[in-house]
């Protein structure tokens, strides 16, 4: 019991340090304290919802996120040995890289955008071109802000006003959502049900820590990660280190016998 309640304690604190900063000088905080000191990403409450099976397309959803850590399981008896990739802070200077190396490397991925980065017509070419490429949108709210620091309007206006402009992009409205610094309210939660978006948070993560901002490192750490497991949902960003270890990454995770899991086969709310 002892080794399970440190084990815990482990990935409850590593998932704190996540999705750090922006290139707009944002850094993880909450109540101007570092993230990695204060508050759980885990919603106790989050883990009650129940999710519906739906269908994309022609395809049936066969992973349904737990949210005891955030990783997928499989709903039937399709492949457990998967893992998701995800890249915050999109579109920014290494997105479309990203999504090129990706592309031809024929696996797939979301990309949770910020709706700050979508204000000028270069970065919305950008998002256009990498849903065009076959890869989903996700929403990580229009400014990177902390929602338990704002009112519920303002929630409701971070998330809504991304997901208009999204869809004025590319046509699709996302279906993922992921709150800057995992921190959700009950009231960003709701809207998030309201768009038909799925809640996640991550399972790991490294590239915003300064000991992992280079390629070899950073490949090493994501391929070796004591949070490694079937599901794991990984957490890396626009970052020039990420976009030049992703390759490696992809490769390392193959040999290991892991498959991308493809956000199409996600079940996400109805």
């Not at 994309?56 to 499989?74: C, I, L, Q």
């Not at 039937?76 to 990706?102: C, E, H, M, W």
């Amino acid at each position: 019991m002892i080794i399970k309640g440190v084990a815990l304690f482990a990935l409850v604190s590593f998932l704190l340090m996540a999705c750090n900063g922006q290139s707009s000088g944002r850094t993880e905080n909450d109540n101007q304290k570092s993230v990695e000191t204060t508050t759980t990403v885990q919603d106790e409450d989050l883990k009650k919802e129940t999710s519906k099976t739906i269908v994309d397309g022609n395809v049936k959803a066969e992973y349904r996120v737990d949210k005891e850590n955030w990783s997928f399981k499989p709903i039937g008896d399709a492949n457990r040995k998967v893992v998701l990739l995800t890249f915050d802070d999109a579109p920014d200077k290494y997105s479309l890289k990203i999504a090129q190396t990706l592309k031809r490397l024929e696996v797939p991925a979301i990309f949770f955008v910020n709706g700050h980065f979508l204000e000028n017509d270069e970065n919305k070419a950008m998002l256009k071109e990498i849903h065009e490429m076959g890869f989903s949108i996700g929403n990580h709210t229009y400014s990177h802000v902390n929602l338990k620091q704002l009112t519920e309007k303002e929630q409701e206006r971070e998330i809504v006003k991304l997901n208009n402009l999204v869809e004025g992009i590319t046509g699709v409205r996302p279906k993922y959502f992921r709150a800057p610094f995992g921190s959700n309210t009950e009231h960003s939660k709701k809207v998030a049900e309201k768009e038909k978006m799925l809640v996640m948070n991550w399972t790991y993560g490294y590239d915003w820590e300064k000991e992992y901002q280079d390629k070899k490192a950073l490949t090493e750490i994501m391929l070796n990660s004591p949070y490694l497991g079937s599901g794991a949902n990984l957490l890396m960003h626009d970052r020039k280190w990420t976009s030049e270890a992703i390759e490696d990454i992809v490769k390392g995770f193959q040999k290991k016998g892991y498959e991308i899991l493809a956000p199409k086969l996600i079940e996400t709310p109805v």
